[in-house]
């Protein structure tokens, strides 16, 4: 045997050197930073930008009747803040704002918000849109970096910020003349591209704006500190944010929000600094759909915090029927590996995880039963003990998933996931060294044609094997499996087997086809049987014998499982029947055809 380091890695060739690092272009240096040690106690508000963000950035955008199955998905989840659109962008966007109102969908408690550049004709539209609303917010927005003010408004930083404020004012105007009192109107501002801004002109910019907008008691200012693209790693942007948090005005009155793009897919990380950081509302989207990569995924968020024991004060206990309308509407699939809705988030293939799932089921089930034994109902003692499951950060069935995909099995499986699937699916129980013989038999199966063993598949396997001239319960998708095996149980009758008697069994196995009538005693049914079996010949050792119920109620069945030694092969046989004697009879001709197979 020989040690080596690995092979160093080579150049890439690529133009890496075009790149400048983030940090020597903004300054954000913060050393007596507190965002490190805090933690996230409670969820903070949550504006979802679905209908704008997300729907801006869609091949095609969505069309009026997709837009309200999102609104209303949206009201239903429990979101108090929802932006619904650019209405100055076209009359399709102003007119579905207006069908809101028209409709009367908005809940009272719901604030709608609306974005909008600092253009004076845009910002009339936008608040004539609001007219008739419980609760609406404008948003202005204008970039403030140097990037943007030199090429995209080629204005100085004065002119920069003259076009917040006098946005600002003319908001204000506006909502004066045409809005009612039955509107409760509030104001959001955000310094676009604020990651890539000097820091203290953010600020200067946003005391700029609340000098108009003079936030008191029940006057609040949402101030929304976008990372419109994503540049640096999270703990720079919560430096930002905590520096502008601790540095701003009116900060009692100003609701400080963040708004996550995932450009370095670090999205959910930075908002959840920026929470940590100090802000105190998050803007995004569900399964973060949005420019580009996408604004931050705002289910992630929520789940991430209900994982910690945080009430998310958003409902996603029906987590598939979220996707399928956020899928119809935006007719873009959320991919398999997307957290906590993903196909295959809660399933495992691999074997450890297989059996390390296994074991964390039956622990848990046990506490739970302690709990019930305790007096406890099964739904509070399901709640009570701590959700403590290797490899599944979250309980399934808590989204609306069922516990069947949890536990998948292919070429990477052990034992534990099979034995989970069959238990599973057929309340099979198998013991442990049985587990390890049949999952050999499903990894020569893998081995061969490789792809998944679906549970129907596993369970003909099964079958195939251990019973299969047997009478199993549920013979669906067995069907057409051959029958095969040189014996078979025909009848048995046991006529004594009382307590400390001998057992006198008389039974008739075929043996080829051929009818025959054993008779035999013996120290228990067992016991009797394989003397009985003795008796032409046939040696069969009984090293291991295990029985279950399978189900309760009239059709009971008992699943048995024996491990023999038959012609010096020790081997496992499995039967199934209403009795749990002939089960165990059947079990041993299982067990006794496998050997001469
Ligand atoms: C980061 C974000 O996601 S911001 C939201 C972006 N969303 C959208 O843009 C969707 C809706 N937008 C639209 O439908 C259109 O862009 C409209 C209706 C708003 C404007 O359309 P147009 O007038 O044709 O202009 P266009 O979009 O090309 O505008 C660019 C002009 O707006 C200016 N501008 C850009 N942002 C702002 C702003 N926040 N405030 C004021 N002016 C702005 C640009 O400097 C440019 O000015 P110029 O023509 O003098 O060079
Ligand atoms: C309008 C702002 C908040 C925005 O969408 C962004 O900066 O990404």
């Known amino acids: 045997m020989r040690t080596a380091r690995p092979a160093p890695q080579q150049p890439s060739g690529m133009p890496y050197v075009k790149y400048r690092p983030f940090l020597d272009t903004v300054a954000t240096d913060l050393p007596d930073r507190t965002w490190p040690s805090r933690r996230i106690t409670s969820a903070p508000r949550w504006l979802s930008t679905d209908l704008?963000?997300?729907?801006?950035?869609?091949?095609?955008?969505?069309?009026?009747?997709?837009?309200?199955?999102?609104?209303?998905?949206?009201?239903?989840?429990?979101f108090k803040e929802i932006e619904v659109g650019f209405p100055a962008a076209s009359q399709t966007d102003y007119d579905f704002v207006r069908s809101l109102v028209a409709d009367g969908a908005i809940p009272d408690d719901v604030t709608i918000s609306v974005l909008t550049q600092s253009r004076g004709d845009l910002i009339d539209r936008t608040l004539d849109a609001c007219v008739g609303m419980p609760r609406a917010t404008v948003h202005l927005y204008n970039a403030i970096s140097p990037l943007f003010r030199d090429v995209?408004?080629?204005?100085?930083?004065?002119?920069?910020?003259?076009?917040?404020?006098?946005?600002?004012?003319?908001?204000?105007?506006?909502?004066?003349?045409?809005?009612?009192?039955?509107?409760?109107?509030?104001?959001?501002?955000s310094p676009e591209i604020f990651m890539d801004a000097e820091r203290e002109f953010a600020l200067e910019v946003c005391e700029a704006v609340m000098g108009v907008w003079e936030p008191a008691e029940d006057r609040e200012i949402i101030l929304n500190l976008p990372a419109t693209v994503e540049r640096a790693t999270p703990n720079v942007y919560a430096d930002q944010i905590e520096w502008v948090s601790r540095n701003l005005s009116h900060r009692?009155?100003?609701?400080?929000?963040?708004?996550?793009?995932?450009?370095?897919?670090?999205?959910?990380?930075?908002?959840?600094?920026?929470?940590?950081?100090?802000?105190?509302?998050?803007?995004?989207?569900?399964?973060?759909?949005?420019?580009?990569?996408?604004?931050?995924?705002?289910?992630?968020?929520?789940?991430?915090?209900?994982?910690?024991?945080?009430?998310?004060?958003?409902?996603?206990?029906?987590?598939?029927?979220?996707?399928?309308?956020?899928?119809?509407?935006?007719?873009?699939?959320?991919?398999?590996r997307t957290p906590y809705v993903g196909e295959l988030v809660y399933t495992s293939f691999s074997g450890s995880h297989q059996d390390a799932i296994k074991k964390g089921f039956a622990a848990?089930?046990?506490?739970?039963?302690?709990?019930?034994?305790?007096?406890?109902?099964?739904?509070?003692?399901?709640?009570?003990?701590?959700?403590?499951?290797?490899?599944?950060?979250?309980?399934?069935?808590?989204?609306?998933?069922?516990?069947e995909a949890v536990v998948r099995v292919n070429s990477q499986s052990g034992k534990g996931g099979v034995a989970y699937l069959l238990g599973a699916t057929q309340r099979l129980d198998?013991?442990?060294?049985?587990?390890?013989?049949?999952?050999?038999?499903?990894?020569?199966?893998?081995?061969?044609?490789?792809?998944?063993?679906?549970?129907?598949?596993?369970?003909?396997?099964?079958?195939?094997?251990?019973?299969?001239?047997?009478?199993?319960?549920?013979?669906?998708?067995?069907?057409?499996?051959?029958?095969?095996?040189?014996?078979?149980?025909?009848?048995?009758?046991?006529?004594?087997?009382?307590?400390?008697e001998r057992s006198v069994l008389t039974v008739t196995v075929t043996d080829n086809g051929q009818r025959r009538l054993l008779s035999a005693e013996g120290n228990g049914?067992?016991?009797?049987?394989?003397?009985?079996?003795?008796?032409?010949?046939?040696?069969?050792?009984?090293?291991?014998?295990?029985?279950?119920?399978?189900?309760?109620?009239?059709?009971?069945?008992?699943?048995?499982?024996?491990?023999?030694?038959?012609?010096?092969?020790?081997?496992?046989?499995v039967g199934i029947d209403p009795s749990i004697t002939t089960s165990s009879f059947k079990a041993v001709i299982s067990a006794l055809n496998r050997a001469l197979r």
């Open 52 to 78: 704008r963000d997300g729907n801006q950035s869609l091949i095609e955008p969505m069309g009026p009747e997709a837009k309200r199955a999102v609104f209303d998905l949206l009201v239903q989840m429990g």
């Open 152 to 189: 995209v408004f080629r204005m100085g930083r004065e002119e920069v910020r003259d076009l917040a404020v006098d946005g600002t004012r003319q908001v204000m105007a506006r909502a004066e003349k045409v809005l009612g009192e039955d509107t409760i109107f509030g104001y959001e501002y």
């Open 252 to 336: 009692e009155h100003v609701c400080l929000s963040v708004h996550n793009h995932n450009d370095r897919g670090s999205g959910v990380a930075a908002a959840e600094l920026g929470v940590l950081a100090g802000a105190d509302r998050v803007e995004g989207c569900l399964f973060g759909h949005g420019e580009r990569t996408g604004n931050v995924d705002l289910v992630t968020l929520a789940l991430n915090l209900f994982s910690q024991g945080v009430d998310p004060m958003l409902d996603l206990s029906r987590i598939d029927e979220v996707r399928r309308t956020v899928e119809k509407a935006t007719q873009m699939n959320v991919p398999p």
């Open 364 to 403: 848990r089930a046990a506490q739970v039963q302690a709990r019930v034994e305790e007096g406890m109902g099964q739904d509070e003692a399901e709640v009570a003990v701590p959700w403590q499951m290797p490899y599944l950060p979250i309980d399934p069935h808590d989204v609306g998933r069922s516990y």
């Open 430 to 500: 198998l013991p442990r060294r049985l587990q390890i013989e049949f999952s050999r038999i499903v990894q020569r199966h893998t081995d061969t044609y490789g792809g998944e063993v679906d549970a129907t598949s596993l369970w003909r396997i099964f079958a195939d094997e251990y019973l299969p001239a047997a009478a199993v319960p549920n013979r669906d998708g067995l069907e057409d499996l051959e029958p095969w095996g040189r014996y078979a149980l025909d009848g048995a009758t046991l006529t004594s087997a009382g307590e400390g």
């Open 525 to 573: 049914p067992l016991d009797a049987f394989v003397a009985a079996l003795e008796s032409t010949g046939i040696q069969v050792r009984i090293l291991d014998y295990v029985e279950h119920a399978l189900s309760g109620g009239r059709d009971a069945q008992a699943a048995s499982y024996v491990e023999c030694e038959v012609e010096g092969q020790v081997l496992w046989g």
